[in-house]
């Protein structure tokens, strides 16, 4: 399946990041199915599936998703796979093909935007690295303490304002779920992020869930990873099988891309129990039943342009597309 998509966006091209933005793109739509979510705060999480027709109970079911709200170029890849799918703009002509077969083959969901109470607070569009330093973007993600200038506030699971002083910054990373409680939305099931999947997944039963993440690959040469699951070595040969295979799939599709990956995927956390244990609560029932795979693409480092970290989320989602065809 050859898909047109070649390149690197140019550096004026408009790519859909803001929650304002993903809901003008999302009227447009007229083909595929739309389901809502709606946040504690009253934003919006959109799901747009294709391909779920009559007979899609037959077809491949990829689930696509961007948790953090501190990591763009997820969101604007979703935007142009959901383009590409619908026809819309740079995809309106050379892609008739191309779509015609993913929509026989596929049913796909996409989330772009997991938690848009975070994004619609993002000072910027994207974290070029230009002129925003790492130990500022820190604050940004999980938030500036309120006790202590400067310093950051913890990243946890999940925080109670009433039990913490409250944060001088509230980090764009976190999800408010009632009046008191925040959740980091890729750790703790009562996220809108979680609740959406669940919901979905309850309709549909993916093979494959695509979560698209960013990471600023501090001291190293290195601006895209596959991080496979904690709980890898747990699993049933079977599936550690199929995790690995895709996780080299986006590794080698990267280098061809011109990201810079490490040699083969690799497992975090392995000599941190503790994260490792929470971490294995939260996503071994789910990487058991299907495969999850985690991209990392380099956030606010000028090595990595806006261009390229979308263009390197786009690389995996359409290899994920190739993988799940020929596997
Ligand atoms: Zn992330």
Redesign the pocket.
Known sequence: MKHPFSGIFTPDYDFVVFPGDVARLIEQLEGPRIDTFKQWTGDTIWAVTFGAGEDWSRKKKLFVSR??AH?PAGVAACAELIRALAGLGIYAQGWDAWRETVLEEFVITLVPDANPMGSVRAPVTFWDGSHISNERFFLWMFGESGEEVGARFPRVACWDKREVTEPALLGIAYEQIDAHTFVEP?RDYRSTFFKSFFELNDRYHYEVWLDL???EFVNSDRNCDVHLRTCLYDLPAVMQDKHQALGEALHACWRRAGGVPRDRPSVPYQNNETQKAFLNAVWRPISEKMVHAVTEIQNNNPKTPNEMQVHLQLAALMETLHWMRVS
Request: no cysteine; glycine share 0%.
């Open positions: 948790p953090h990591e890729n993440h960013q990471t």
